[in-house]
C-alpha cells in the first residue's frame, strides 16, 4: 500500500464531491487507501483551483488529479504542485492556457446546452426535469433525481474563467471521452485530450456522468495512470 499515491477526486458543476462515490468505493475495493474529494465552492477558477491545492499541500507523498467536467479546468490549473504526478481526465474540460470552459462550449455547443438557466442571484442551473436526459440519461431515474435535487450550481462568471499555465503541459496525462455526452460535446473532448499527447485515451459509451454510471472504467483509468508512474 505504501507504494500507492492519494488519489485526488476533483468534482464539476451541477455536482459534489459525492458524485464519486462508485469511484470512492471501488477504489477501496482494488486497495486504495488514500483517497481524497475535494468540495469546490464552485465560485471561480481561482477559488477552486486554491481549495484544491490546499487539499493537495495536505499531502504528504505523491498526488494522481482526477477531475470530471469542469473539475478537469481545476485540475489543469491546480496541478503543477510538485507533488502531483500524473491528471486523469473524465469527460472533463482540459483548457490551454488563456482559454475558459465557457469558449471551449461556445466552439462545439453541446446536446443539452438550452437546459442550463440561471437564476436571480446569477448561479447556473440544470432544469430539475431536464437533469436526467441532459446529465446523466444512462443512470436509473432515481439516482438522477437525486443528483438533480443536490445539484451544486457554479456562479455564471465561472464559465468565463481562464486557465493562466496548464498543468498538462507538463504532467503525464489520461483521458476518458463519453460518446454519449451531452453537456460537453464529444468531439470536444476529442479535440482537447488530442492536443495533450495523453498517455492513454479511452472512449466509454456513457453520458456525462460516467464517473457514476461506469466506475469500474474510470478506476481502470486510474489504475493504468498509478501503474505507469
Excluded at 488514500?34 to 499541500?57: N, Q, S
Excluded at 477531475?67 to 500524473?86: C, F, K, L, M, R
Excluded at 437564476?119 to 436526467?132: E, N, T, V
Aim: with cysteine; aromatic share 6%.
Amino acid at each position: 500500500m505504501a507504494d500507492k499515491p492519494t488519489i485526488v477526486l476533483v468534482h464539476g458543476f451541477w455536482g459534489g464531491a459525492a458524485h464519486w462515490a462508485g469511484v470512492i468505493n471501488e477504489l477501496t475495493q482494488r486497495g486504495y487507501d488514500k483517497i481524497r474529494a475535494v468540495e469546490l465552492p464552485l465560485t471561480g477558477l481561482a477559488d477552486d483551483a486554491e481549495r484544491t491545492r490546499k487539499m493537495v499541500a495536505q499531502v504528504d507523498g505523491p498526488v494522481v488529479l482526477v477531475g470530471h467536467s469542469y473539475g478537469g479546468a481545476v485540475i489543469t490549473e491546480a496541478g503543477d504542485q510538485p507533488n502531483v504526478q500524473g491528471l486523469v481526465y473524465v469527460a472533463a474540460f482540459a483548457p490551454d492556457a488563456g482559454e475558459s470552459p465557457g469558449q471551449i462550449s461556445e466552439e462545439h455547443k453541446p446536446a443539452a446546452f438550452d437546459a442550463i438557466a440561471p437564476d436571480s442571484d446569477g448561479y447556473l442551473w440544470i432544469a430539475q426535469d431536464k437533469y436526467r436526459e441532459s446529465f446523466a440519461q444512462d443512470l436509473d431515474e432515481e439516482q438522477a433525481h437525486v443528483m438533480a435535487v443536490t445539484q451544486k450550481a457554479p456562479l455564471g462568471s465561472t464559465f468565463g474563467d481562464a486557465v493562466t499555465a496548464p498543468a498538462w503541459k507538463n504532467k503525464p496525462v489520461w483521458y476518458q471521452v463519453s460518446t454519449q455526452d451531452r453537456m460537453i460535446d464529444p468531439d470536444n473532448e476529442r479535440r482537447m485530450a488530442e492536443r495533450m499527447n495523453p498517455k492513454k485515451v479511452i472512449e466509454l459509451d456513457a453520458s456525462h456522468a460516467s464517473l457514476a454510471s461506469q466506475p469500474a472504467a474510470i478506476c481502470d483509468l486510474i489504475d493504468e495512470a498509478v501503474a505507469a508512474l
